[in-house]
């Protein structure tokens, strides 16, 4: 996603204090949603259930019959609970939210629309009780040096990075660099790094289709946003290259313009398999891996250097 500058400078593995003294990569791990910079604002008035329940209902597409049926209910005591007319037991909102397959965060606000407490608590990566999780992190991005890999909330603003990251946003406009680094607009801003990649038009469809499918996974409205964001933003006349081995959902390749060269990456994404927490659901991995030897070697040049 970045271009590979080869440079001398101190490594730091959080962006947002890039250039700075190094810090601990999860000192700006995910916080609550009321103190996150891109968290939309609170309602004023609580929405109620049913109202809550039809917009994913019908976010999924599916009629009051295709519901009931899949939650083993009669389509009568849906429309209730859809009306307000009835009150759902705490494990009819938990089957309903499992059947629509609502994100973690958006199974809270069903129970507490309904009047019970949350289930599903939402923690800092540096909470004690996510050590686990923390440290299996920390390991991913440290064991895959020398090749970049970073960390991204689920709006794609930076979470946590390896030390190869800072290197490769060089020439990046510092506007873009303020914490909180969303790094899709990193990559395909005219500003960014988006004149480096060789293969813009593929990678660009490629970081488009993604965010659909989040759209359709989460229905948030900043997604949204930032894919119509991003959808706006120009492709230079020069970026033409087309790159054959795209596996769409499993791995895409693209090019960087560099003065090292030209250098030729591939892309995946990890993300927690079965996670009980907000914070873990929404934290996915980007791990980049060189395509071929020459961008190998430039790698482990660069972290020589450092």
Do not use: C
Not at 52 to 76: G, N
Not at 133 to 143: D, T
Not at 267 to 291: H, K, N
């Amino acid at each position: 996603m970045e271009a590979i500058i080869p440079a001398r400078r101190r490594p730091v593995d959080n962006l947002t204090g890039n250039g700075k003294p190094p810090v601990s990569p999860y000192d700006v791990a995910m916080t609550a949603s009321t103190h996150h910079p891109n968290r939309p604002a609170q309602r004023s008035a609580p929405q109620p259930f049913g109202d809550h329940l039809r917009h994913w209902r019908q976010h999924r597409r599916l009629s009051q019959l295709d519901l009931a049926h899949e939650a083993d209910i009669s389509t009568r005591h849906l429309s209730f609970v859809e009306t307000g007319r009835s009150v759902p037991s705490r494990e009819m909102v938990l089957r309903l939210s499992e059947r629509l397959d609502i994100p973690l965060r958006e199974r809270n606000a069903l129970l507490v629309a309904a009047g019970y407490a949350p289930m599903y608590r939402e923690r800092p990566l540096d909470d004690p009780a996510l050590a686990s999780a923390r440290q299996a992190v920390e390991l991913l991005l440290k064991s895959h040096e020398p090749y970049p890999a970073l960390a991204v909330d689920r709006h794609w603003n930076l979470v946590a990075a390896n030390r190869m990251v800072p290197h490769l946003m060089e020439g990046a406009d510092a506007s873009l660099l303020e914490g909180p680094v969303n790094v899709l607009r990193l990559s395909l801003h005219p500003k960014g790094l988006a004149p480096r990649i060789a293969n813009l038009p593929q990678w660009r469809t490629h970081i488009f289709e993604r965010l659909r499918q989040q759209v359709v996974a989460t229905a948030d409205p900043l997604l949204t946003a930032l894919l119509e964001e991003l959808k706006a933003y120009p492709v230079p006349e020069e970026a033409t290259e087309h790159l054959e081995g795209e596996h769409p959902g499993v791995v895409m390749p693209f090019l960087f313009r560099t003065p090292a060269g030209m250098l030729s990456f591939i892309s995946t994404t990890t993300i927690f398999g079965t996670p009980v927490d907000v914070t873990l659901q929404e934290l996915a991995m980007e791990t980049f891996f060189p395509a071929d030897d020459f961008t190998r070697q430039a790698l482990q040049a660069l972290a020589a250097q450092a």
